[in-house]
């Protein structure tokens, strides 16, 4: 099945829609048109990551999910300042595509994090922004599945990976896993072409990411509710 790409407002942004046939693959008591975005850390616009992420977003798009892959590694984007000025305004101060993304994240139902391996982590630039993006509005991106995926051309994929999983295990967000570590291997989108197992594991991922959004939205249409949160405890040292 093939997806339709259309033009958005921003060059950041790449939006597939699912024909709307697609619907008809849910099941038939969810009719509810879901979204994932996909966020690019990667300063190389169609580079590895990318490549990772169009493979996750194509199975999404199978599965009648709309994607958006947003690119965020070519922006200037500075780190958190921690100036807590969020805590009242609910913004970041830094009115960039942080903020953008923090209010397309509050009607979005999923969330792909892709980052090429720099030195063993993720990249500069990803950091700074999902610093300031959950600081700012983790409650935007709470109780939504997430997952990370990684590009390197040898090693240090586990260690960034496990950075990105920092980030939804700290804001009760769902981790949706694959048959294997969320990785490819490539200097280039063609190297990362040739790493079938590593396209494989996208594939599933984006399955898996699709029948967890389905099984979210059903139990929400059967009455399943979000958990209670209690009163946050906050013990910032060890008595
Ligand atoms: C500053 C920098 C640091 C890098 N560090 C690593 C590394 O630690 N391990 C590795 O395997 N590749 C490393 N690489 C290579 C990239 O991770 C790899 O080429 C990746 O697939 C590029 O993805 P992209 O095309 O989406 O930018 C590094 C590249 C740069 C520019």
Redesign the pocket.
């Known amino acids: 099945m093939t997806s339709v790409l259309f033009a958005c407002s921003s060059s950041n942004m790449q939006v597939n829609t699912p024909p709307e046939t697609s619907k008809t693959i849910m099941n038939d008591s969810i009719t509810k048109t879901m979204k994932v975005l996909l966020l690019n850390g ?3 616009k169609e ?4 490549t990772a992420l169009s493979e996750v977003a194509k199975a999404l798009n199978e599965n009648g999910i709309e994607t958006e892959i947003i690119q965020i590694g070519s922006e200037a984007i500075r780190g958190c300042i921690a100036c807590a000025k969020c805590r009242e305004t609910g913004v970041c101060i830094f009115d960039d595509l942080v903020n953008e993304v923090a209010e397309k994240a509050k009607t979005a139902d999923g969330f792909i994090f892709g980052s ?5 982590g993720i990249n500069g630039t990803m950091k700074s922004f999902l610093d300031r993006l959950f600081y700012s509005g983790s409650r935007h991106l709470a109780y939504k599945p997430g997952a990370g995926v990684v ?6 994929t586990v260690a960034a990976w496990q950075q990105l999983n920092m980030y939804f295990t700290i804001n009760n967000m769902p981790v949706v896993s694959s048959q294997y570590w969320n990785m490819v291997h ?2 280039t989108p063609d190297e990362v072409r040739q790493d079938k197992e590593g396209l494989q594991i996208m594939r599933t991922l984006g399955n898996n990411m699709a029948w967890l959004l389905k099984s979210i939205e059903a139990g929400k249409e059967a009455g399943v509710e979000r958990p209670k949160q209690e009163p946050r405890e906050r013990t910032n040292f060890i008595r």
């Open positions: 990667s300063p190389n580079g590895c990551t990318f090429p391996v720099y030195y063993s590009s390197a051309r040898r090693a240090g490539g200097n």
